[in-house]
């Protein structure tokens, strides 16, 4: 006969030691994976469909031309201001002389109104004389008529010079009037004729600096197409410059995790090419104002045929701390898994803030627009002086 203290050593018994020691450890964890999840997993949102993104920077002619010399290739690290195409410059040149030669032409001309201002007042005196000395004429025949020393002839012929007299000085003070409409209030150099000349030659030599294709940002080449000996219209792409210091990450996000997601909440980043060992951490910087769906090339027409529901994902922008990204240095188009801290719910789902500063800028193509004027000037100073 068993004993109750043999039945508690006995198999029975520790079998349920053993399960009330499994019950205990799966409570445990399970009341332990509770808390974590209240306090941590349930404010956390990932996804690893995002990818890095960034600035492509079109590299394009802005006069057309035939390439004679390529300067960079794929890879290739270029400053912005950096000579990455040259066209032929013969065509150009060509214009420039022509434009200088017009110039020249055209100072000669207003020169030429200028000096024939003295003349046609010269003339306008001429002609006042000769009218007052008809007048004259006339008076003292009139005089004698009574007296019969003038016949009646002489006294119609003064009358006569008289009426032609005034007219030729009409001539002449119209031809007076008609030069100084053209000259009235300027001098040579700000002539409208002269300064349309200029304009043509600055026009002129802008178009030769332009035989020079600069690179607008500094950054990397990529996807070059140019080769020489191509003709290239006004902005035909010949390359592309990306600056990869100007990053950011497009998370694609259901729309079923957006509900606690805010703008500036914190995202912790990781990139395929480094794995877990690097991570980045960034901002939620805005939500894109559609799902991919709509700004497709096709969109989805769900109001036609049948239908089925598929989840959409909304594009989320994420900046990077760029000092992070020079020490990990990120290419456009990578993997990356984002994963979004969504403790601070107190921010904007939608951007209310108006951009100050610009996006992107350059200034490189700003010293052509001066170095053109400096030459039209150059050119309006040589033909003045000599």
């Known amino acids: 006969m068993t004993t109750p203290a043999t039945n508690a050593t006995g198999p029975n018994g520790q079998r349920r030691r053993l399960m009330l020691a499994l019950l205990t450890v799966f409570g445990v964890a399970a009341i332990g994976y509770g808390a974590y999840w209240n306090t941590v997993v349930r404010f956390h949102v990932d996804t690893d469909n995002a990818y890095v993104a960034g600035n492509i920077v079109q590299v394009t002619p802005q006069t057309a031309g035939t390439i004679v010399t390529v300067n960079a290739d794929d890879t290739d690290f270029v400053e912005a201001g950096q000579p990455l195409i040259k066209l032929d410059r013969a065509d150009a040149e060509l214009a420039v002389e022509t434009a200088d030669a017009q110039l020249g032409q055209t100072v000669r001309e207003v020169r030429t ?9 010269a003339t306008v005196g001429l002609r006042e004389t000769d009218l007052n000395r008809a007048k004259e004429d006339l008076a003292r025949r009139q005089g004698l008529a009574g007296s019969g020393a003038v016949a009646a002839e002489d006294i119609q012929h003064a009358k006569d010079a008289v009426n032609n007299a005034q007219a030729a000085l009409k001539v002449a003070q119209e031809q007076l009037a008609s030069n100084q409409t053209l000259i009235d209030h300027t001098s040579l150099r700000l002539h409208p004729n002269v300064r349309r000349a200029v304009l043509k ?11 020079t294709v600069p690179s607008p940002v500094t950054g990397y080449v990529a996807h070059r197409v140019a080769q020489p000996g191509q003709r290239v219209n006004v902005g035909t792409p010949m390359m592309a410059v990306v600056p990869l210091d100007q990053i950011w990450i497009d998370a694609n996000f259901k729309e079923s995790q957006l509900a606690d997601m805010r703008i500036g909440q914190p995202v912790d980043v990781n990139a395929d090419l480094y794995g877990s060992k690097v991570t980045y951490h960034g901002k939620i910087v805005g939500f894109s104002a559609g799902t991919g769906t709509v700004f497709s090339l096709l969109p989805a027409q769900n109001a036609t045929g049948n239908w089925i529901k598929v989840v959409q ?16 240095p990120l290419r456009i188009g990578l993997s990356i898994r984002a994963d979004v801290d969504t403790h601070d719910r107190n921010g904007a789902t939608l951007s209310t803030v108006h951009r100050a500063t610009p996006v992107a800028d350059t200034q490189v193509y700003a010293g052509q627009g001066v170095d053109a004027a400096k030459q039209a000037d150059a050119s309006l100073a040589k033909e003045i002086t000599q």
């Open 113 to 121: 109104l200028f000096a024939n201002d003295g003349t046609l007042r």
């Open 201 to 211: 030659v600055r026009e002129a030599q802008l178009a030769l600096d332009r035989t």
């Open 313 to 328: 994902r909304l594009p989320v922008r994420i900046s990077l701390d760029p000092k992070e990204v020079a020490e990990h």
